[in-house]
């Protein structure tokens, strides 16, 4: 049996835990002071403190939830390891037939409606016959009233009540019970008003004993009979439970607790993390300034930003080519605006380490998931590596090697493909290179890989590596000094790895150099964040296709010392402004500016 509970979510965004129904026969100060000993020994962790709050009014029993816990993981352990959740053990022992058995639900529930159907059979039984009786007694009044002159001379005439009795037998034709029934009749029943009711009783009698003969001649309406008497039980002593039971307490898992939901994940710089309901964020207009994102110190900025469920797992790929676990919903949950909480509290990075690259995956139990799915790696230097998903499916608490790192260089991004993919490399001076993914052999868990781009010079560095999953998609640039347009992907040609590429952005000093390209689709939405922790989100439709070598449009105003940290694609959903107005599509103080299409073969 399980209590009665509920996270309540205060007016300042703080969490706590409201018991108000606790297990039959559990002690409410004895489970309170263990819950307290479990808290001081950090077998609960998440609990800043615990009140009883009960009165006259009902029971109270609040647990209130530290900042950085996850109320719904304090929950569960609560019901794990306290009494709010307690087991009984049930042994079904029942009289079957004057011999004790063992009975399952099954059993129970049969041998029940056996002696439901048992009892309204002996019950009929002897209300028919009960009924039976009555019904001939009135047929003697009947008979008695109908020749009532006769009947009263006769008795007149009798010397004793015997021969009043014999003589009302023998003349009427009357059982013995039918004539003592009319001798002890008072006078008042002889008026007219008392003989009509005596007819009325006499026909609900008959209706009655006719009524209960097809109760004993028909099966189907006794087992209606035994429903329509459960429910009227059910009507009068029923009430809603107080306590919840379940099958089994060793099945309940954390994930039970939690609804699997769509978050928004960022990270920080300096390598602080958590997560955020995805609806917190805004559309807003292209080219608009923005709201107050990720609250972040002078020299810290918003580094990666993704979308994922609760439920999903997390391969975190860190820049010297490690890689670790963590379930979605292990990550602290804040609001846009706080400061998350530091990964090394999460997993076991290495101090000169910072994390690259995060993979989402559904699950790592499924054989033919991960075996057909392979992870397809990027460095700065232009390296490329493909191995598959199994080879990652069972991380240790301390990391283990993703791929061997070359001196000078460090992991870019790792991306989740099917084995048919397109990949398109893009490197910092505005040039992209398009191949497929076959063009790159699997390789093992420890390999460096191979040459996916030349780059311009030991200057040039990768800024970023797409798999193209989706028809109809666009391929998206975005500049440092937040310019930005979409282009066919068709407008690259399938080449081989390892060669230049070509220009995907008009590199000027007004744009500034490449800084990221993302595969979209018109139903897209776009987040964007400044190194300064301005974040603003736009509808991807809202930019109209380019050539692939222009120098786009602008998508979010700039400052002088600030620059693009990190863009991402997220979910598109319809939402309002922060001055309760749907945004516009386009302000009108913000120009396209183009450049002529200088394609480039």
């Not at 996850?70 to 079957?96: G, H």
């Not at 075996?371 to 283990?400: D, H, W």
């Not at 993919?421 to 890989?449: D, K, L, Q, W």
Request: aromatic share 4%; hydrophobic share 35%.
């Amino acid at each position: 049996m399980r209590a009665k509970a509920e996270i309540e979510v205060l007016p300042s965004g703080r969490e706590r835990i409201i018991v108000t129904e606790i297990p039959y026969m559990v002690n409410k100060a004895n489970m309170i002071e263990k819950t307290a000993a479990f808290v001081n020994e950090k077998k609960i962790e998440g609990i800043s403190d615990i009140r009883d709050e009960s009165d006259r009014n009902g029971m109270r029993i609040v647990y209130e939830i530290r900042k950085d816990a996850i109320p719904n993981v304090v929950l569960n352990n609560l019901y794990k390891y306290t009494q709010l959740q307690t087991s009984f053990s049930v042994n079904n022992v029942a009289l079957v037939k004057g011999r004790p058995e063992t009975l399952n639900l099954k059993d129970m529930i049969k041998h029940y409606v056996n002696h439901r159907h048992d009892v309204i059979v002996r019950r009929t039984k002897y209300e028919l016959e009960e009924a039976q009786k009555r019904a001939h007694i009135l047929e003697g009044y009947l008979i008695a009233l109908d020749n009532l002159d006769e009947v009263i001379k006769l008795i007149r005439e009798s010397r004793d009540p015997e021969i009043a009795r014999n003589g009302l037998m023998e003349k009427f034709k009357l059982s013995e019970i039918q004539a003592k029934a009319i001798l002890d009749m008072r006078l008042q029943r002889l008026t007219g008003l008392e003989r009509e009711k005596i007819i009325q009783e006499y026909e609900e009698i008959k209706k009655l004993i006719e009524y209960l003969e097809s109760i004993l001649a028909d099966e189907a309406l006794r087992m209606k009979i035994i429903k329509d008497e459960m429910q009227e039980i059910k009507d009068r002593y029923g009430d809603e439970r107080r306590t919840e039971i379940i099958h089994s307490a060793e099945e309940f898992t954390d994930e039970d607790m939690i609804p699997n939901e769509d978050v928004v994940i960022t990270l920080s710089h300096q390598g602080y993390i958590k997560r955020t309901l995805l609806n917190e964020y805004k559309t807003q207009g292209r080219g608009g300034v923005g709201s107050k994102g990720a609250g972040s110190k002078d020299d810290d900025f918003t580094e990666l930003l993704f979308v994922a469920k609760t439920h999903n797992y997390l391969l975190i790929f860190t820049e010297l080519g490690k890689v670790y676990w963590i379930k979605v919903y292990r990550l602290p949950e804040g609001s846009k605006t706080s400061k998350g909480r530091a990964i090394q509290n999460l997993i076991n990075i290495e101090s000169e380490d910072s994390v690259r690259a995060v993979i989402n995956v559904e699950n790592l139990d499924d054989a033919d998931y991960i075996n057909n799915n392979f992870l397809v790696m990027c460095t700065q230097k232009g390296t490329i590596k493909k191995t598959t998903l199994e080879a990652y499916s069972r991380p240790r608490a301390n990391g283990i090697n993703a791929i061997s790192i070359n001196e000078g260089d460090r992991l870019l991004n790792v991306k989740l493909t099917n084995g048919d993919n397109n990949i398109i490399i893009a490197a910092r001076s505005g040039r992209a290179i398009r191949f497929h993914e076959s063009n790159v052999r699997p390789m093992g868990r420890t390999a460096a890989g191979v040459r996916g781009i030349k780059l311009k010079d030991d200057k040039d560095i990768v800024v970023e590596m797409v798999a193209i999953t989706r028809e109809n998609a666009n391929l998206l640039v975005v500049s440092e000094k937040g310019y930005g347009k979409r282009s066919d992907i068709e407008d690259y040609r399938v080449t081989k790895r390892g060669g230049k590429g070509v220009k995907t952005l008009n590199v000027t000093e007004k744009t500034g150099e490449l800084v990221a390209i993302k595969e979209v689709i018109d139903s897209d939405d776009l987040m964007i964040i400044n190194k300064s922790g301005i974040t603003i989100r736009m509808a991807v439709g809202s930019l109209r296709v380019m050539g692939r070598a222009t120098q786009g449009v602008r998508l979010i105003k700039v400052n002088e010392n600030d620059s693009i940290s990190s863009v991402e694609k997220v979910e598109k959903i319809d939402e309002i402004d922060e001055e309760g107005e749907v945004a516009e599509e386009r302000p009108d103080n913000i120009s396209e500016e183009d450049n002529n299409d200088n394609s480039e073969s």
